[in-house]
C-alpha cells in the first residue's frame, strides 16, 4: 500500500498547466523555497536536502549531528551520502534507511521531464539501529560516535508521518505556485500589451482603443467571440461599439438597457455576470444563435461605464480570474486618466492602488508568525482604502470558528482571539452565506439593519471574504474611511485584488501555523498538556550543555503517587485519569517559571530545577508536596492519597543524564520503601 492516497498526488500532467512556466529545479532551489525548506527542517527535526535525477545536491539544510558524524567519520567506509541516494529514481515516497541504519525518506517531484527528490534524514529509528551502526563501526574500525550525542528513537511510523506530512505541504505549495504563476503569466502579458501609455495614447481614439482591448484578451485568451459596449448616457442604454469572431456581427446590433436586472446584478455584486441563455438578455437581442454570454464590467466612479462581452467561450476559472483583474486594470486606467484631466488631488491615484496591490511587502512576504502577517495584511489594507479601523479573522477549521488575529483602530470592541462562530454576526454571517458584503449605511440596509455603535464614526464598512484555493480561511472587516465616504464595489475588487495577490504567504503561515502545533503535540502529553519525556531528555541534554559553559548546578526531582494502582483498579481509570490531570495542574502551577514538569509515565512526574543546587531543591521539593497534599485533600477522596518524591543533584549524585534519573529514581524507591508520602534526596 502506498504512503500517500492518490487524492493527494501532484498531477504532472494537467492539462491546465502552462508549459512555459519556471522550470521545477529552478522553481524549487529558488531563495523562497530554500528559506521554507529551512524552516520546515526546524519544525520537524529533520535534515532536508533536495537531490537532482542524477544525483546533484541542490539544496541542502542544517545536518543532523549523527548524518554529521558519519559523513566526516565514516563516509568512505559507509558509502556516505552515496548510500541513501540509492533511493533515487523512486516513483513514490517511500521510508528507508542508509547504510549506517540512519532512517531517511525520499520524496520523488516531477514537472514536464525535470525531476527533483527530497531527502529527509533524521536518526536511528529504533534502539536496535544504533547497535547495528555500532556493529559495524567496531568491524570496520571506524572511529567511535561521540557519546554526547543526543539520540532519540521515534521509530518508523513517525518518520512515515512527517513524510506525509512534508509531501502535503510541498505539493500544496506547487499547487499555489503554479496556479499563482498562470495567473501572473497571462496578467503580465496583458498589462505588457496594454499598458499606461498605450492607453494613453489610444484614448485618444476610442474606437481603435476598444479594438486593441479585445485584441489583447483573445492574445491571451484564445481565439474567441467577443464585443466592447459602452453606456450612451442620453439612450440610457449600453451599445456595442467594437466586437471580433463568429459573432461579430449579431454583437454589433447587440444592447442592454441601464436599467436592465442583468445590469443591476452586475451594480450590486460588482462582478461578471454570465448567461447561458444571451438571447433572452435583452426584447432585441441578436445572439440567439450563442450559447453563452459573460459580461465583464468596467466601473469608473463607482458606476458601470463599461462592459467586456465573451460570446459562445467556457472559461476557466483561471480565465474569469484573468478577466476580472483585467478589466480591473482598464478601470484604474480610465480612473487615473481622469484624475489626470481633472487634477483632482484630493484622491489618491488609482495607479498608486495599483501598486499597493501588486507590490507585495517584504514585511509580509517573510512573514511567517500568523500574528505578525496578520497586522501586516490589515496595516496594508487599511492603507488601501484609506481607512482607520479594521479586523481580520481566520477561520479555525477545527471548531468552525473565526478568530480575531488583528485589530486596529477598534477599542475595547474586538479583544485579540476573540472568538465568533459561524453564522453569529457580521463577520460569522458572511463565511455562511459565502459571498463579501459592502454596508453603506449599516442602520438602513436590509442585509444587516443594527444600529450603529458610537465608537464608529460612519455608518459605512466592507467585510471581505479571505479565499484559498476556493476554500474560505477568513474575513477581512474594515470600516471608517479618513475622509467619512461609504464604501463601494471598487472597494471591495481592489482588496480581494490585494487578498489574491498575497494568498500564497498567508497560506505559508497558515501551514506553520499547523507545524507548530504539530511540533507542540510532538512534546507535550496528551493526557495533562505538560511536557512529556521526549522533551524532557532534550532539556536534560541542554542543562548539561550549560553546567559544562557555566558550571551551575541543577536538580532533577521524580515524584510517584502512592497506591495509584489501587485507586485505579477501585474507581476506575477515568477516575484515575481526572486524579492525574489534577496533580498535573497542581505541579504545573506550583513551580517557578524557569522549572520543566513533564509527565514521565502512568502516574510518574518528573521536574528539572535549573541553576538550582540541592539546599534550594529541597526547599522547592518539600514545597511542592504541601501544596500537592492541599490539593489531594481537597480532591475529598474516598481512597486518602499521598505522594513520595526523589531528589538528586548535577554534578553531586551524578556524571551523566542516565546517571542522574538512575539516582533520583533510587530516590524515589528510598521514598516509596519508607512508607511513602515522604521526600527523600541523596
Sequence with gaps: MSIIDNSDKYNPSDPDRDKDELPLKELITSSEWVEYLTSLSEVIHFELSLYGSDGELLVNTKEKPVCHFIKHNCSGSLDCPGSCLKVLGQNEPVVTKCSAQITCFVIPLERHGDKVYIIGRNSFAEYEDMLDFLR?????????????????????????????????????????HEKKYRLEEKLIRMTSLFDGQTFRTLSRNPDLMYRYILDTMEFVLGQAS?????????????????????????????????????????????????????????????????????????????????????????????????????????????????????????????????????????????????????????????????????????????????????????????????????????????????????????????????????????????????????????????????????????????????????????????????????????????????YNRRYLNKRLSEEITRYNRYKHPFSFMMLDMDKFKEYNDTFGHIAGDNLIKALAQRIARSLRAIDIAARFGGDEFVAIFPQTPKVDAIQITNRLKDKIDETLKEKSLELPMSVSMGLATYPDDATSIMELIEKTDQALYLAKKGGGNRVVYL
Design 136 to 176: 559495524i563501526a567496531r568491524e570496520k574500525r571506524l572511529p567511535e560516535i561521540q557519546v554526547s550525542l543526543p539520540f532519540e528513537f521515534k521509530g518508523k511510523d513517525h518518520a512515515r508521518a512527517i513524510l506525509h506530512y512534508v509531501y502535503l505541504t510541498v505539493i500544496r505549495l506547487l499547487k499555489s
Design 226 to 530: 467577443s464585443m466592447f459596449l459602452s453606456l450612451d448616457r442620453d439612450a440610457g442604454i449600453f451599445r456595442t461599439v467594437c466586437s471580433t469572431g463568429r459573432f461579430q456581427d449579431a454583437a454589433m446590433d447587440f444592447h442592454i438597457s441601464a436599467d436592465s436586472p442583468e445590469i443591476k446584478e452586475i451594480s450590486d455584486k460588482g462582478s461578471a455576470y454570465f448567461s447561458d441563455s444571451p438571447g433572452n438578455i435583452t426584447s432585441g437581442s441578436t445572439l440567439h444563435e450563442a450559447d453563452s454570454l459573460c459580461l465583464f464590467p468596467i466601473f469608473v466612479n463607482n458606476s458601470v461605464q463599461g462592459l467586456i462581452g465573451v460570446i459562445n467561450k467556457k472559461l476557466s476559472r483561471e480565465d474569469m480570474k484573468i478577466m476580472n483583474a483585467f478589466s480591473d486594470y482598464i478601470q484604474l486606467n480610465l480612473e487615473n486618466q481622469g484624475l489626470r484631466i481633472s487634477a483632482d488631488e484630493s484622491k489618491k491615484k488609482p495607479e498608486q492602488k495599483l501598486e499597493h496591490i501588486i507590490d507585495v511587502d517584504d514585511k509580509i512576504v517573510s512573514a511567517v508568525d500568523i500574528e505578525m502577517l496578520s497586522a501586516a495584511l490589515l496595516d496594508k489594507s487599511l492603507e488601501i482604502l484609506n481607512a482607520e479601523k479594521g479586523s481580520l479573522m481566520l477561520l479555525d477549521d477545527e471548531t468552525s470558528e473565526l478568530v480575531v488575529e488583528a485589530h486596529k483602530g477598534t477599542g475595547d470592541l474586538i479583544q485579540d482571539k476573540k472568538r465568533i462562530r459561524i453564522g453569529e454576526g457580521i463577520a460569522g454571517k458572511v463565511v455562511d452565506s459565502g459571498g463579501s458584503l459592502v454596508v453603506a449605511d449599516i442602520e438602513n440596509d436590509p442585509r444587516v439593519r443594527q444600529e450603529n455603535r458610537s465608537h464608529y464614526r460612519t455608518k459605512s464598512f466592507l467585510s471581505a471574504l479571505i479565499k484559498l484555493q476556493d476554500r474560505v480561511a477568513g474575513v477581512l472587516n474594515i470600516s471608517d474611511k479618513i475622509e467619512g465616504e461609504p464604501f463601494d464595489d471598487t472597494d471591495l475588487q481592489r482588496i480581494q485584488s490585494y487578498i489574491s495577490s498575497v494568498s500564497i504567504a498567508i497560506e505559508r503561515s497558515l501551514l506553520y501555523k499547523k507545524a507548530e502545533h504539530l511540533k507542540k503535540l510532538s512534546i507535550t502529553d496528551p493526557l495533562t498538556g505538560i
